[in-house]
């Protein structure tokens, strides 16, 4: 058995595409409060260079963060994995202990009801 829990990475990797468009959103508007020239039609396509290449730059610098999330999401499921492993590990050692105590427990039924007929047959001589 391992961790029941949906895989992780789709959601960060959704989180790194929002990250990049809120970057993209907020050098788009600096760009546009600096210089509204590059806003013409002439020069949209400079001011989308700018901003894709200063996102990508950006990006690019804070990108471990992510990936010490996805890293960190990988070492904790092979923990959980670990410990459901020592947890189903140790329920077997209890339920084998558990058969064992039913065992003893019948044998010492066993014992009573021949010590009660044994008691009795000794009354009887008497």
Not at 53 to 66: G, K, L, P, T, V
Not at 100 to 111: H, R
């Amino acid at each position: 058995m391992s961790l029941n829990f949906y895989q992780t990475c789709p959601t960060i990797d959704q989180g790194i595409a929002e990250c990049k468009d809120i970057i993209e959103n907020y050098l788009d508007d600096m760009v546009n409060d600096i210089n509204p020239a590059l806003y013409c039609a002439e020069k949209g396509k400079d001011k989308n260079n700018i901003v894709d290449s200063f996102r990508d730059m950006m990006y690019n610098d804070i990108e471990h963060i992510f990936e010490s999330v996805r890293e960190t999401n990988v070492q904790m499921r092979e923990v959980a994995d670990d410990q459901i492993r020592n947890l189903e590990y140790e329920v077997d050692e209890i339920s084998s202990e558990l058969e064992n105590l039913k065992i003893e427990y019948e044998q010492a039924q066993k014992q009573i009801i021949n010590l009660e007929i044994d008691g009795e047959g000794i009354f009887n001589e008497f």
